[in-house]
């Protein structure tokens, strides 16, 4: 979501060329980003287990989404992955290169919808121009179809099954409406979005609402608010804060909680990636801090199911690419 002018996006695109040739010529690819605060990460309570590692994506990559169909996590695009697509097996802790994309991306909104895997907008190469494209796989089929375009142009936002609905909030590129969309009927409808504008942000269906954790946002930095959506009244109100400040991050609910993990801050120098996780139990409103992952990582999903969390990928390096590819796994 953006509220930008258009002279000002102009300036900001022409400036994220420049930074990519400079990077590139010094033999590093990095993808400029917009300012963070810079704050720094509280002290992590003491670990109570530790994550575990599971077997390497085959392609690595960061910068997208998870869709998770009948157990299956369905993992398409990326820095790094581009149009290749892979699905990785929790229980059997094995991967399978499945039908590339018709189309590449990166910061894409993913989500899966009646057996289906959705695909929103996202970037097609490093020249940072959303795409307003929807694309959908069918696993039964192994094939790819079209299912028109947005309302609008946008990436680096979140996709959010919730109910009949999937919810499209945050991201650059368009507006900072909410974009609700009925994919049933293939129908769309623009409602009013979170007070705080995000982009690299993280929302979860949680409660029967849409909850929109962290992100960044151009001079205000990166956030450790939540706002919280409710589709029976379409009112926003303030949800708990995070702990630590974090954008670029995962997030999912899994056992009635919500788990955060990683991120990155590229306000103050050195710009850091966040190994820091956290988990929000309503129990107690509040956010307590859990193991650290085994290194700084952003650019990554985070995945919830059968009460374990996963985190697929990303990249070591804030603000650039440095992607692993490591499957990590964690029971909160």
């Known amino acids: 979501m953006n ?16 930074l990519l040739f400079a990077a590139c010529a010094a033999g ?3 993808f400029p980003e917009q300012g963070e605060d810079g704050s720094t990460s509280p002290e992590p309570a003491e670990a109570a287990g530790e994550w575990q590692t599971g077997a390497v994506m085959p392609t690595a990559r960061s910068e997208m989404r998870v ?12 820095f790094g ?14 991967w399978t290169e499945l039908s590339p994309m018709p189309e590449p991306a990166h910061h894409m909104m993913v989500t899966s919808y009646s057996g289906k895997v959705y695909v929103f907008g996202g970037g097609p190469d490093l020249s940072w121009q959303a795409t307003a494209l929807v694309l959908v796989y069918d696993p039964a089929t192994d094939m790819w179809t079209e299912a ?46 979170p007070a705080q504008p995000r982009e690299h942000v993280a929302a979860v269906a949680f409660n029967s ?25 379409g009112t926003w109100r303030d949800g708990p804060e995070m702990n630590e400040a974090r954008s670029g991050f995962g997030a999912a609910a ?15 120098r050195p710009w850091t990636a966040l190994a820091s996780a956290e988990v929000y139990d309503p129990n107690s409103g509040e ?18 199911i059968e009460g374990m969390v996963f985190v697929l990928g990303g990249s070591d390096r804030a603000g650039g690419i440095d992607n692993r590819g490591r499957v990590l796994k964690y029971n909160p």
Do not use: C, N
């Open 287 to 304: 956010w307590t801090l859990l193991p650290e992952l085994p290194a700084g990582i952003h650019g990554m999903p985070v995945v919830g």
């Open 3 to 18: 509220r930008f002018t258009s002279a000002a996006l102009s300036f900001l695109q022409a400036g994220a060329a420049v």
């Open 148 to 193: 028109g375009l947005m309302p609008e142009r946008r990436m680096s936002g979140e996709a959010v099954l919730l109910g009949d609905f999937i919810y499209l909030v945050g991201g650059t590129g368009g507006t900072t409406a909410l974009l609700r969309f009925d994919p049933a009927g293939e129908t769309w409808a623009v409602l009013p979005g």
């Open 209 to 233: 609402e849409l909850w929109v954790i962290g992100g960044r946002w151009g001079g205000t930095g990166a956030l450790a608010t939540v706002e919280i959506f409710d589709p029976a009244s």
């Open 81 to 94: 992955g581009l149009t290749s697509f892979e699905s990785y097996d929790p229980e059997s802790d094995s």
């Open 28 to 30: 590093q690819v990095s």
């Open 254 to 268: 899994v056992g009635g909680r919500i788990v955060v993990a990683g991120g990155e801050i590229l306000g103050a």
């Open 67 to 78: 869709a998770v169909v009948d157990g299956i996590f369905y993992v398409p695009g990326g």
